[in-house]
């Protein structure tokens, strides 16, 4: 069963470091999204991206994040510097037809 | 803005049926789902329903929605071991595309 994937499972930054996370897709998917949950806090929205554009973000999305569909397959996220309450599981979703969202196993960030 | 809310904790025996609940605040709400997350891994998509139905069953999992009360929940019969892990609910609001809002979680313990 196709699955979306993630890398790395867990990385470790210094504050101020910028930090690129990596999503694969299901193949077929249109609709690519990024999530995060902070430790002991809930799942929360951060953006959606559809036709190689964002299509929502959300208040935490800021200036110091990024989207990219460097090509076919890969959906990446970057956090250009790194603060310690970034410090989250990051999951990548997809979804064909914006209904059902497929969730990766997610990036454990830690920023020292 | 939108809220969506569920109980910590639920302890059943093995072979009862679990009830998990969910409240939520949006009226406008589309689609609610059921994602369910076991120790180290994403989350998995269980089920959902769109805001016209009252109920879906699939196999095991029954999913009731109250619109008028803005409760949804959750039924898993004939509780297995491995059904022990994190469920969320969570609602895709109507005025925001394709975002998820997701409530805290029910850790859901099956005991043997």
């Known amino acids: 069963e196709p699955e979306v994937t993630q890398t790395p499972s867990h990385q470790v930054t210094q504050m101020g470091q910028e930090v690129i996370l990596r999503c694969v897709p299901i193949s077929n998917h249109l609709y690519f999204y990024w999530y995060r949950q902070i430790l002991g806090q809930k799942v929360e929205f951060l953006v959606s991206f559809y036709n190689n554009e964002i299509s929502e973000k959300s208040e935490i999305f800021d200036d110091q994040f990024s989207v990219e569909r460097p090509d076919g397959s890969n959906f990446t996220l970057k956090i250009r510097s790194t603060k310690l309450e970034d410090s989250a599981m990051y999951f990548c979703?997809?979804?064909?037809?914006?209904?059902?969202?497929?969730f990766g196993p997610g990036t454990r960030l830690t920023v020292t | 803005g939108e809220d969506v809310e569920q109980s910590l904790f639920l302890s059943v025996r093995e072979g009862d049926s679990s009830v998990i609940n969910c409240t939520y605040t949006?009226?406008?709400?589309?689609?609610l789902y059921w994602y369910k997350q076991e120790p180290g891994a994403g989350l998995q998509l269980l089920t959902y329903?769109?805001?016209?139905?009252d109920m879906k069953q699939d196999q095991r999992l029954t999913v009731l929605l109250n619109k008028k009360d803005k409760h949804l929940s959750l039924r898993i019969a004939d509780t297995q071991t491995g059904d022990s892990a994190i469920y969320f609910c969570a609602e895709s609001p109507r005025n925001a595309g394709n975002m998820l809002t997701f409530g805290g979680g029910t850790r859901l313990m099956v005991k043997p």
């Open positions: 979703a997809s979804s064909e037809d914006w209904v059902e969202q497929y």
């Open positions: 329903i769109f805001s016209n139905m």
């Open positions: 949006d009226s406008s709400s589309t689609y």
